[in-house]
């Protein structure tokens, strides 16, 4: 069980400073919905890896953190839930731009998309234009 530990358990580990000075970056993204692990339990290690790292701006330049709502494991579910991480991550590695939302669609809801956000923050309904499409939510902190 040892061994096994040491391969799996790596959700102890926030200390990633060797990682983000190599030009790391982490895109995490997790079901709300997942019925297998908690989606509490990847914003759980965000949160402990914001603070490791002295705050959410520092954390944020090599680690972000996306939820998906209503998506279960690895996807289904009545959610918005394909979305391409790739070429975000090929963004944020090749040139720098950190992904501050990633657009998504679903069967579950035909002509539906929707943004993700980087966790803490969330997409609201801007007010103007169709709940449908995307670009009339923005992504907001909480006040």
């Known amino acids: 069980m040892v061994a096994f530990g040491e391969i799996y358990d790596t959700w102890k580990d926030v200390e990633l400073s060797a990682f983000r000075a190599h030009g790391g ?3 995490i ?6 019925p297998i692990f ?6 759980d290690y965000v949160n402990r890896l914001v603070a490791a790292d002295h705050g959410p701006v520092q954390a944020g330049s090599f680690a972000r953190l996306f939820l998906v709502p209503g998506m279960t ?3 289904g579910g009545p959610a918005t839930d394909q979305y391409d991480t790739l070429t975000a991550m090929i963004n944020w590695v090749e040139n720098g731009n950190a992904p501050d939302r990633i657009v998504a669609k679903g069967a579950s809801f035909p002509g539906r998309t929707r943004p993700l956000c980087p966790y803490p923050s969330y997409a609201r309904y801007t007010g103007n234009g169709s709940t449908d499409d995307a670009s009339n939510f923005v992504c907001e902190l909480e006040e």
């Open 73 to 75: 494991h690895c996807g």
């Open 29 to 34: 993204h997790h079901g709300v919905s997942d």
């Open 25 to 27: 970056k982490l895109l």
């Open 38 to 43: 908690s989606a509490n339990e990847s914003i």
